[in-house]
């Protein structure tokens, strides 16, 4: 199977848009240098919607691989710390229940505050995490063709 004949999905959050788009951008970049080129992207209001999401569109078995991209920040409640372990979990749950690849670059950084500094040092670090999405789809994705 050819990278071109995988769809892959990514589940984007709203929440932070600004920089959650910066790793869609970078993992789509990168899947397509691999060849991959049959990339959706759905968008959600935020990191807890993506698990039913992948869960969906895992179920359909029109996706070779799903990814999730949201940064949750700490609203200084610590209900961050829940929602972003809470996601991760249940991505986890939806690969393992689903046995289609699910990835995760949903980001929970420390200290996040909303002025131009943060925001263009996280951007920064989400195209870092997008092209690293990106090589982890191609290499898994890869490795199942390698093994079938």
């Known amino acids: 199977m050819s990278p ?22 970078a993992c789509r970049v990168g899947l397509g ?15 807890f919607e993506i698990p039913l999401r992948i869960k969906r569109l895992a179920s359909t078995g029109e996706y070779a691989a799903l990814a999730g991209c949201a940064l ?8 961050h710390e829940f929602v972003a372990a809470t996601v991760v979990d249940a991505l986890m749950r939806v690969q393992l229940d689903t046995d289609v690849p699910v990835f995760s670059a949903v980001l929970t950084p420390h200290h996040f505050h909303e002025h131009d500094e943060h925001l ?25 063709v390698a093994t079938a």
Do not use: C, M, N
């Not at 949750?72 to 209900?79: A, L, T």
């Not at 263009?120 to 199942?144: C, D, M, N, P």
């Open 4 to 25: 071109a004949s995988h769809r892959i999905a990514i589940v984007a959050a709203r929440w932070h848009a600004e920089i959650v788009d910066v790793a869609v951008s």
């Open 33 to 47: 240098e691999r060849g991959f080129t049959a990339v959706d992207v759905i968008e959600v209001p935020g990191a």
């Open 72 to 79: 949750v920040v700490d609203g200084g409640i610590y209900r």
């Open 120 to 144: 263009a040092y996280f951007a920064r670090h989400f195209e870092v995490k997008g092209a690293e999405l990106a090589s982890a789809i191609a290499a898994t994705l890869s490795a199942q």
